[in-house]
């Protein structure tokens, strides 16, 4: 008996050791070969009528002094479809673009205004994409957008992940969003979404005391060394363009953005700044709770209930406290929640008005109705239309 296990144990393992043989020979990974693969990080796309205009951001290895290096170089192709531009990096430069590394795709202006599934189709067809990839969109040309060498990072893409990330949603600093959640929306009964608006902002702080600072000093070559440093600007996604069928209909302010945030998704340590008077507070957000419900009256219209409860302490306020009185995060001067109530409440409205006008169900009303209402789905094509927001925000302290 023990020498039968035996003998199967051997036969085990060639067996295993004959797959490994096979998956090195015929894999992808044994014949891949880095002076003539073109590994994309990033794409910008643009459109100029019938024709697409692809920016690819490619990692190339270098040497240094430090051992191995990765620089960035940006090549632009153009086609009748994003696969013709991408065949078109081939031929100019005998690079095969590879496409398993790319974390994300940049929107130009002029490719909102058409049906943006023109070109993301591609992408969501190409087998070795993942649909985790971040997508965004921004004004002008996204391969401008590309080319900026920003104060954080040297390579553009990866300083637009940086503000991207899970974190930012976090905070309700941005709606970063990707390419499978984008995917889902348009193809979904509404046939919205939306994608960060990612602009470019001057790091150089242009106040009288920062001038007289940066001209006030010795080194000639420091100085310039600075200023060149501080002339780098940095990237922002608080705004959000708004999508219905793969078009560009509007925009939500940071103000919007945030207050969207606080509906949808999960606060944590998110701060948000309160106007008191001539005062002004910033507030801790640690945890919100979200109670969203849709109500169907008998006339056909809807109201979309929002409930939120957030919990704050005080993060800093413009006013020094009194020195006998003391402060901590448990202390909220007095009125500071109800302003917080109205402001909120108030960027939130103007955040579904924003999608009631454009059309955009961002806020998912028909995903309700077909979910908590299936035997009205016949309301569907007005719903939105006849809906109106009914809003309740709540701050309550951390103790």
């Known amino acids: 008996m ?14 295993l050791v004959a797959l490994l043989i096979v998956f090195f020979f015929v894999g992808d ?25 692809i920016t690819s951001q490619i990692a190339v290895p270098e040497s240094s002094k430090q051992g191995k290096s990765t620089q960035t170089v940006q090549l ?11 065949a078109d990096i081939n031929a100019k430069t005998g690079w095969y673009p590879k496409l398993v590394f790319c974390n994300l795709i940049i929107l130009g202006e002029n490719a909102t205004q058409e049906n943006v599934f023109d070109a993301l189709e591609f992408f969501l067809l190409d087998e ?7 997508v965004a969109t ?15 990072d040297p390579s553009g893409s990866i300083a637009i992940q940086k503000i991207l990330s899970a974190h930012a949603k976090q905070v309700g600093t941005a709606l970063p969003v990707t390419l499978r959640e984008f995917s889902i929306g348009y193809f979904g009964e509404s046939s919205s979404g939306y994608l960060p608006l990612v602009k470019t902002k001057p790091q150089q702080d242009d106040s009288p005391s920062a001038i007289a600072t940066a001209e006030g000093g010795t080194d000639s070559s420091s100085s310039s060394a600075s200023g060149e440093k501080q002339d780098k600007p940095v990237f922002s996604a608080g705004e959000t363009a708004l999508f219905v069928r793969g078009r560009r209909v509007g925009v939500w302010t940071e103000e919007e953005t945030f207050a969207f945030n606080a509906v949808q998704n999960k606060l944590r340590l998110a701060s948000y700044n309160v106007g008191l008077g001539e005062e002004y507070c910033t507030l801790s957000i640690k945890n919100n709770e979200r109670k969203n419900k849709l109500v169907l009256g ?12 957030l919990s704050a302490g ?15 995060s448990g202390d909220v001067p007095s009125g500071v929640f109800s302003s917080a109530e109205k402001r909120l409440s108030a960027q939130i409205e103007t955040a579904f008005e924003k999608c009631k006008n454009t ?38 302290g951390v103790r």
């Open 314 to 328: 005080l993060l800093d306020y413009s006013k020094a406290p009194v020195k006998d009185e003391g402060t901590d």
């Open 29 to 53: 990974f044994g014949t891949l070969d880095t002076q003539k693969t073109a590994i994309v990080m990033a794409v910008g796309i643009d459109r100029r009528d019938d024709t697409f205009i």
């Open 359 to 396: 059309g955009c169900d961002a806020f998912g009303l028909l995903d309700l109705l077909q979910k908590h209402h299936p035997s009205k789905t016949q309301l569907a094509p007005t719903l939105l239309q006849y809906s109106n927001a009914d809003v309740s925000v709540r701050f309550r």
């Open 128 to 134: 070795y994409m993942s649909d985790g990839c971040l």
């Open 2 to 15: 023990q020498q039968t296990h035996q003998r199967n144990g051997v036969r085990y393992y060639l067996l």
């Open 138 to 152: 921004c004004d002008g040309l996204a391969k401008d957008l590309l080319n900026v060498s920003a104060l954080i």
């Open 298 to 309: 008998k006339d056909g219209r809807a109201s979309y209930q929002i409930h939120v409860t």
């Open 76 to 86: 632009v192709s153009r086609g009748k479809t994003v696969a013709d531009a991408f």
